[in-house]
């Protein structure tokens, strides 16, 4: 399911420029229900950018909500595609009676063949379970450029495990490292494990350089018996 406020994909070497959506964008098919739709991918601007395509220069000023892959600019950003100078304005939120994963301010999930993410800013609170990041949740096999959080007191990036400023996860292979440079965190961050200015946790073949975070970090308690309780991982950079 693609659901986007422009459209619901953009694939295949195409382009979506200079667009701004100013719709609440949400999916409540599963509202009573506590299995969230996997293969979900929800946006402000698409739902899946993918193979060889690009957003550029895309904004989103409304409240996104879903229950999997959920960005303020699209839920999936994949294939070599890019996202460049877009910004998300709004508040990225999962709902309820369900373990909502992959959220981002500009994308829920960056991955394969070195799809990238460029020059974005997000200024709207992130609040998701796992895998929550300020520029998106999981960066896999690729890159996130010169991307922020700028200066604001009213907002946060919340989660249970695996939440940083940037990215909750980092991961790259042998044939295609992952990397995050030059970006900037000024958001607080929050979380049980797995918690880190820049990513949550950023495992093999990725690298960071050149990221500053100036977010206050906060270890949140846990209630019940949770995996994540077990591995409390935390850094200003990274947890891991």
Excluded: H, R, W
Aim: proline content about 0%; some cysteine.
């Amino acid at each position: 399911m693609y659901i986007g406020g422009i459209c619901g994909a953009n694939k295949g070497n195409s382009v979506i420029l200079n667009c701004e959506n100013n719709a609440i964008v949400e999916n409540i098919n599963n509202e009573n229900n506590e299995n969230y739709d996997k293969y979900e991918c929800i946006g402000g601007i698409c739902g899946i950018n993918d193979t060889n395509s690009k957003i550029e220069k895309c904004t989103n000023s409304q409240n996104i909500s879903g229950y999997n892959k959920i960005g303020g600019i699209c839920g999936v950003n994949s294939n070599c595609s890019s996202i460049i100078e877009c910004n998300n304005l709004a508040n990225i939120v999962t709902k309820d009676k369900c373990v909502c994963v992959y959220v981002g301010g500009i994308c829920g999930v960056n991955l394969n063949n070195n799809s990238t993410i460029s020059d974005c800013k997000n200024t709207g609170s992130i609040i998701g379970d796992k895998y929550v990041g300020g520029i998106c949740g999981a960066n896999l096999n690729s890159k996130v450029i010169k991307s922020e959080n700028p200066i604001n007191s009213n907002i946060c990036i919340k989660g249970t495990s695996y939440v940083g400023g940037i990215c909750g996860l980092s991961q790259g292979s042998n044939d295609n490292i992952s990397q995050i440079s030059n970006c900037l965190n000024y958001i607080s961050i929050s979380g049980i494990s797995y918690l880190g200015g820049i990513c949550g946790s950023n495992e093999s073949y990725s690298n960071i350089s050149e990221c500053k975070n100036n977010g206050q970090i906060t270890i949140t308690k846990a209630t019940g018996a949770l995996e994540e309780t077990k591995n409390q991982f935390i850094g200003g950079v990274c947890g891991v």
